[in-house]
């Protein structure tokens, strides 16, 4: 069973401080998704990824947020400086198409700021 | 502005009885609807689906059900298991904005 992974499975940061979190898409996946979840709180779309730009960002997704695919099988969410409303799980989803089977998605980073 | 809903937080069932979990959107252009399954410290893994040309969609234990004039989607898990205890969220295909759009989730407890 292909699967996203995610990379660090926790992550612990001091506020202010640029963390990068890590995916691995499905190979032969096209769309990339970032996704987070405060706790308690439903799941929140972030940003989604097309063609090497992205097609859709949220509300969220501020000037402190950017996206990269930098070789072609990673895909990488940076957040430039903290903020201790950014603590949650943080998912990677990767689909083929529209997700008519539905997008797949990693077990998530979970991000704590102090 | 919650374009999906799911309004009980919780549900708890008895295993061999039918679990019903409910869903309402409010966006009448959403087509395409996903229930994702989630444990804890995993993340939603998908469950099933269902296209608005479609009134039901069924798939082992699980059914969904599509009432487009109500907004309204539901999932049937029958019989229910221990093992199906676990988040379930409604998510609607944002063909627009090119994105799932979830609901809050609805914790599901199975008990023997």
């Known amino acids: 069973e292909p699967e996203v992974t995610q990379t660090p499975s926790h992550q612990v940061t001091q506020m202010g401080q640029e963390v990068i979190l890590r995916c691995v898409p499905i190979?032969?996946?096209?769309?990339f998704y970032w996704y987070r979840q405060i706790l308690g709180q439903k799941v929140e779309f972030l940003v989604s990824?097309?063609?090497?730009?992205?097609?859709?960002k949220s509300e969220i997704f501020d000037d402190q947020f950017s996206v990269e695919r930098p070789d072609g099988s990673n895909f990488t969410l940076k957040i430039r400086s903290t903020k201790l409303e950014d603590s949650a799980m943080y998912f990677c989803?990767?689909?083929?198409?529209?997700?008519?089977?539905?997008?797949?998605f990693g077990a998530g980073t979970r991000l704590s700021v102090l | 502005d919650q374009q999906v809903k799911q309004n009980s937080p919780s549900l708890s069932v008895q295993e061999g009885r039918i679990s019903i979990l409910n869903c309402d959107y409010t966006?009448?252009?959403?087509?395409?609807f996903l229930w994702y399954k989630k444990y804890p410290a995993e993340g939603p893994t998908f469950l099933i689906s269902?296209?608005?040309?479609?009134d039901k969609n069924e798939d082992g234990r699980f059914t969904v059900f599509l009432n487009k004039s109500a907004k309204h989607l539901s999932l049937h898990i029958v019989p229910s298991q221990p093992g199906d205890s676990a988040v379930y969220f409604c998510?609607?295909?944002?063909?627009?904005?090119?994105?799932?759009?979830f609901g809050q989730g609805t914790e599901l407890s199975v008990k023997p």
């Open positions: 989803a990767s689909s083929e198409m529209l997700p008519l089977a539905g997008a797949y």
């Open positions: 190979s032969n996946h096209l769309y």
């Open positions: 990824f097309y063609n090497n730009e992205i097609s859709e």
């Open positions: 966006n009448s252009m959403f087509d395409y």
């Open positions: 269902i296209s608005s040309i479609k």
């Open positions: 998510a609607a295909w944002d063909n627009q904005g090119g994105k799932l759009i």
